[in-house]
């Protein structure tokens, strides 16, 4: 080709390229930011100014014109080459190739307090973070769809870990402003402190949302028989569903840990209590994954239920970790057990892992811990006992805060968690000398099972006389006062709730009434009555079939379908 024939050709390219301005680079790139999403803006030629105009999830990738930016104030913004936001641009700090980078936040502050977590793997604690406490950001583990952050890598003065978003906000004012104080502050404020356990306004009653998993749906009404681990109950599996399935039973809560009665050799306890690990059958783990599937087989919703701080294998293993007697220094031995203090993170740790273990092995749908307390009875000698207080909690804040974190791991593994609670827990004005204050339990657990055994309440409680001789009557003040409980809560948990399933005890009444069919039934709808419609849970310590066969008439009542029939007008 000559030259001239050559230019003539080039020319008019060149030409239209330059009239076209240079050919676009279009990279893509994560969008980082200060918070759940990045800012886009559109910009004005004329005026050379920005505008806010839209946003971006963090965590996504976008396609950015590379070699088109604009510059204001030494800050570069590229546009974003996406049919949605055409024209709009992004700071050069929201963009990033490197998919470790995507959190701008370098301090948070704690809007609730929270247990750090040494590592995402296990549940092992490595402190606390106190309500209103400055965070260092120094990492974190996964951005969620939202573009939230699942858990940051903190570190304070005193501390470092993980701790899951939800906890963190970006002020201290923030942090220390109470939800709705007007409406919830006077409810908390008027609530005595008598028996030292704590102010009920010093508990968190932020509301983070209750979940719900997909493949794991919880019954509306849980329809619960209780059977304790004995291979001759757990055992004979095929006897309990037979019965079941000619009622409305539709739940089973089966023992995993009871004081001195380890279900299983799980490896929780092989690391954090060789005791209950050797005193576990050895057959255990057979039993628990043949039944557990037998039920699920056959459509039931299965809980296992833990005892938390009665242990006295736990406290063989760990001294260190028990209440303990302050003249002697040796473990305190309430009520023939041995306690380990509610305050100490080491027990925590053993029934989480404890929990999750049985929850991956056996597929338990929720897990129902128990004694989920101090011990009671305890006002008079307190003065003599040494709980090892390390963070300088009161005996309520320690066991919200426990289910707290118990609740957050154990939703890691897709499952519910209800707490037991004594009926006591229903009384207005006052918290409990043993730590449990319902609304503060009721906002972070998933059920609050409430144990108000007739048997229980003294005579002339509620006006009643003889309680244990009237089984609707005193279920039904009882509920009463659990719905005003709920109320001091925005964010109140399910109510399933223990009824009694078991002759009135001798010491009480040797003419007490016998909890057969009839009077079951009477419990349960004087639960109902009181608008507690989550179901209920036999407590029938021996979990004896042949008991509960007699007792089959109440379980064959779907006392939710007639609650229902009876509102409608």
């Known amino acids: 080709m000559n030259m001239k024939r050559q230019s003539r050709i080039l020319l008019p390219l060149l030409l239209c390229l330059s009239a076209c301005g240079s050919k676009e680079d279009i990279q893509s790139r994560y969008?980082?930011?200060?918070?759940?999403?990045?800012?886009?803006?559109?910009?004005?030629?004329?005026?050379?100014?920005?505008?806010?105009?839209?946003?971006?999830?963090?965590?996504?990738?976008?396609?950015?014109?590379?070699?088109?930016?604009?510059?204001?104030?030494?800050?570069?913004?590229?546009?974003?080459?996406?049919?949605?936001?055409?024209?709009?641009?992004?700071?050069?700090?929201n963009i990033t190739t490197d998919s470790c980078t995507l959190v701008l936040e370098s301090r948070l502050w704690a809007r609730s307090a929270a247990s750090l977590i040494s590592d995402t793997l296990s549940s092992s604690i490595s402190g606390l973070l106190k309500r209103g406490d400055e965070a260092k950001i120094t990492g974190y583990d996964r951005i969620l769809p939202d573009g939230s952050v699942k858990r940051y890598l903190v570190s304070t003065s005193k501390s470092k870990g993980y701790v899951y978003g939800k906890y963190l906000c970006a002020s201290k004012?923030?942090?220390?402003?109470?939800?709705?104080?007007?409406?919830?502050?006077?409810?908390?404020?008027?609530?005595?402190?008598?028996?030292?356990?704590?102010?009920?306004?010093?508990c968190d009653f932020y509301p983070y949302p209750k979940p719900k998993f997909k493949n794991n749906p919880m019954p509306e009404a849980c329809y619960s028989l209780y059977i304790n681990f004995s291979p001759s109950n757990i055992g004979n599996i095929e006897n309990y569903i037979a019965l079941a399935k000619q009622s409305k039973i539709n739940t089973f809560v089966i023992d995993i840990k009871d004081n001195e009665c380890p279900g299983f050799k799980a490896d929780a306890m092989r690391r954090h209590s060789p005791t209950n690990y050797a005193k576990a059958s050895s057959k255990g783990e057979n039993l628990y994954r043949k039944a557990v599937q037998r039920l699920h087989e056959e459509g039931f919703y299965v809980v296992g239920r833990i005892t938390c701080f009665k242990d006295s294998y736990f406290v063989k293993d760990h001294p260190e970790s028990a209440i303990t007697d302050k003249e002697s220094g040796l473990p305190f031995k309430h009520n023939k057990s041995y306690w380990p203090s509610a305050y100490d993170?080491?027990?925590?740790?053993?029934?989480?892992?404890?929990?999750?273990?049985?929850?991956?092995?056996?597929?338990?749908?929720?897990?129902?811990?128990?004694?989920?307390?101090?011990?009671?009875?305890?006002?008079?000698?307190?003065?003599?006992?040494?709980?090892?207080?390390?963070?300088?909690?009161?005996?309520?804040?320690?066991?919200?805060?426990?289910?707290?974190?118990?609740?957050?791991?154990?939703?890691?593994?897709?499952?519910?968690?209800?707490?037991?609670?004594?009926?006591?827990?229903?009384?207005?004005?006052?918290?409990?000398?043993?730590?449990?204050?319902?609304?503060?339990?009721?906002?972070?657990?998933?059920?609050?099972?409430?144990?108000?055994?007739?048997?229980?309440?003294?005579?002339?409680?509620?006006?009643?006389?003889?309680?244990?001789?009237?089984?609707?009557?005193?279920?039904?003040?009882?509920?009463?006062?659990?719905?005003?409980?709920?109320?001091?809560?925005?964010?109140?948990?399910?109510?399933?709730?223990?009824?009694?399933?078991?002759?009135?005890?001798?010491?009480?009444?040797?003419?007490?009434?016998?909890?057969?069919?009839?009077?079951?039934?009477?419990?349960?709808?004087?639960?109902?009555?009181?608008?507690?419609?989550?179901?209920?849970?036999?407590?029938?310590?021996?979990?004896?079939?042949?008991?509960?066969?007699?007792?089959?008439?109440?379980?064959?009542?779907?006392?939710?379908?007639?609650?229902?029939?009876?509102?409608?007008?």
């Not at 942090?175 to 402190?193: G, I, Q, R, S």
């Open 173 to 202: 004012e923030e942090a220390l402003t109470n939800y709705k104080a007007e409406v919830y502050d006077p409810l908390h404020a008027k609530v005595k402190n008598r028996f030292g356990s704590g102010k009920a306004s010093d």
């Open 345 to 569: 993170r080491k027990v925590w740790q053993f029934n989480v892992e404890l929990a999750k273990e049985a929850v991956e092995k056996f597929g338990f749908n929720e897990i129902n811990f128990d004694y989920v307390r101090f011990p009671d009875r305890m006002t008079s000698i307190e003065n003599k006992i040494n709980y090892h207080n390390r963070y300088s909690e009161s005996k309520i804040q320690a066991i919200q805060r426990f289910v707290a974190y118990a609740c957050d791991e154990i939703h890691e593994k897709g499952a519910y968690v209800s707490i037991d609670v004594f009926g006591e827990c229903a009384n207005p004005g006052y918290t409990t000398a043993y730590g449990q204050y319902w609304p503060a339990l009721s906002n972070v657990a998933d059920v609050m099972c409430g144990m108000p055994y007739p048997d229980h309440f003294p005579d002339g409680f509620y006006g009643i006389s003889k309680p244990w001789n009237h089984p609707y009557e005193l279920l039904y003040q009882w509920g009463l006062r659990v719905q005003e409980r709920q109320k001091a809560t925005a964010n109140p948990a399910a109510v399933r709730t223990w009824v009694q399933a078991y002759h009135v005890m001798k010491h009480v009444d040797p003419n007490g009434i016998d909890y057969d069919a009839p009077n079951i039934e009477k419990e349960i709808r004087g639960l109902y009555a009181a608008d507690l419609t989550g179901g209920y849970i036999t407590w029938l310590s021996s979990s004896n079939i042949n008991r509960y066969r007699e007792q089959l008439p109440a379980f064959c009542i779907d006392y939710l379908a007639e609650y229902r029939k009876a509102q409608k007008p």
């Open 31 to 93: 969008i980082a930011a200060e918070g759940c999403h990045s800012p886009l803006y559109s910009y004005n030629k004329e005026s050379r100014e920005l505008s806010l105009a839209d946003s971006l999830v963090r965590g996504g990738r976008e396609n950015i014109a590379i070699n088109k930016a604009i510059k204001i104030d030494d800050t570069k913004y590229y546009p974003i080459r996406n049919k949605k936001y055409k024209n709009l641009y992004i700071s050069e700090k």
